[in-house]
């Protein structure tokens, strides 16, 4: 959420964002608007009470003087009852207020490209060569249907559209990615392990800015108030929601796997075949904490572990700044990772790692208290797929494909995983 008051020192800064994100910048003027009512009700209020004060102590005048007060006495419940109701109507415009703010997205840093779409997106450096495929390259889909690893056919008569059976030798190969991630980030780059739970509360998607903008992407439990996580994001970073940490804890590192799920509303006819965007699919989630001023250092730091489990599989991948039009609601800067598919002769989104400064802190309340001393202050939050596991399970399946129908597997899984390579169907 945007800090009020830095909005009401430099409104046109925060309009010139929504700019450059295609929003609307009277967003930024309604609030303000508003924002003025409620000061309005709140002067009016204090004045009231001033006003109580005075005849409260004019009634105690007359009653050491053991006169009559009664006419005070009912004009003091006449204002008790007005200054009760003006404290109900300033609640009222706290919370509209509150909800106005929690639908405008976070400022962007001045790093990021300006554009209003991905062909805005700036091509940061590239990683490995394309691997040299005999014939033509077939898709992901095409090789698990033909190795028998892959049944979309039998998952949408037990569920529908958008869910998989994962079979096999690949079911294998996800569960070694899982574990191949989770080893490198927790042994090699320093995260501490987590097994969150794959369910929570309205205020979780609220802190991390799933709600209430974005409700309809949502899987939520009925006659309940609990949601399937979209990405263990959610409830790693709540973790600390409504607590004040110390300096010296930062900065804080978390990797948790955990299964995702996602209505993908408005995505109807985005990739409808494969693994790319299924309403449930596995993910490791790499989640920071740290000091305001190191923030966009550690997304550096971050990015570069995501990295790494691509360049350690052999992935050839590269490095995507997002542009203002294209860049997620809650982030200030957003490095996207596209792997390589030579089935779709095309790059596609492995990981977004992302910086979102205060703006997921101050709607969780995520504080920490300074070394020196003075007030505390609101932490800065990261996260980055670390990876997505089906859709690197995509990148292994296109990437190793061979001529006689096999698949050859990354060098580093063969221990994971107890095979060096998927044979051809016999």
């Known amino acids: ?115 209003d779409s991905a062909s805005a997106n700036k091509v940061v450096r590239h990683w490995g060569v394309k691997p040299e495929i005999n014939g033509k390259p077939l898709e992901h889909w095409e090789i698990g249907e033909k190795l028998g690893i892959l049944d979309f056919e039998r998952a949408g008569k037990v569920t529908g559209a958008r869910f998989t059976f994962v079979k096999a030798y690949a079911a294998k190969i996800e569960r070694a990615l899982i574990n191949l991630m989770l080893d490198t980030h927790t042994s090699d780059h320093g995260y501490e392990e987590m097994n969150p739970p794959f369910i929570v509360n309205r205020e979780s998607l609220f802190g991390t800015s799933q709600l209430p903008k974005f409700e309809e992407d949502l899987f939520k439990l009925e006659k309940t108030e609990f949601f399937l996580i979209p990405t263990a994001e959610v409830p790693v970073t709540n973790y600390f929601r409504k607590e004040t940490l110390t300096e010296n804890q930062l900065p804080i590192a978390f990797a948790a796997y955990s299964p995702c799920f996602r209505a993908e509303a408005g995505s109807y006819g985005k990739d409808t075949k494969g693994l790319i965007r299924q309403h449930q699919f596995n993910k ?65 989104e492995i990981s977004s790692c992302s910086n979102f400064e205060d703006f997921q802190a101050r709607r969780a309340d995520i504080r920490f208290k300074p070394n020196g001393g003075g007030k505390p202050e609101f932490v800065h939050t990261l996260n980055g797929s670390g990876l997505a596991v089906g859709r690197t399970l995509v990148a292994i399946l296109e990437n190793g494909q061979q001529s006689d129908g096999s698949v050859f597997i990354p060098k580093i899984l063969h221990p994971y995983c107890g095979f060096e390579k998927i044979p051809k169907t016999p």
């Open 1 to 115: 959420m945007l800090d009020l008051k830095a909005v009401r020192a430099n409104p046109e800064k925060f309009k010139k964002s929504l700019i450059n994100r295609s929003g609307n910048p009277a967003d930024i003027d309604h609030i303000l608007a508003v924002n003025d009512e409620r000061k309005k009700l709140i002067l009016k209020s204090e004045s009231l009470k001033a006003q109580q004060n005075k005849i409260n102590q004019e009634i105690a005048q007359l009653k050491r003087n053991k006169e009559d007060a009664s006419p005070l006495l009912t004009q003091m419940k006449e204002m008790s009852t007005d200054v009760k109701k003006l404290e109900a109507e300033t609640a009222a415009i706290d919370e509209k207020v509150r909800d106005l703010l929690s639908r405008i997205p976070n400022l962007t840093h001045e790093s990021v490209p300006i554009g």
């Open 284 to 348: 490791v989630e790499i989640v920071r904490f740290c000091h305001p001023s190191k923030s966009y250092e550690q997304l550096e730091l971050l990015t570069s572990h995501a990295e790494k489990i691509l360049q350690v599989l052999g992935l050839h991948y590269r490095v995507v700044s997002l542009c203002t039009g294209d860049i997620g609601f809650g982030s200030a800067k957003t490095y996207d990772l596209e792997v390589w598919l030579p089935g779709q002769n095309a790059f596609r």
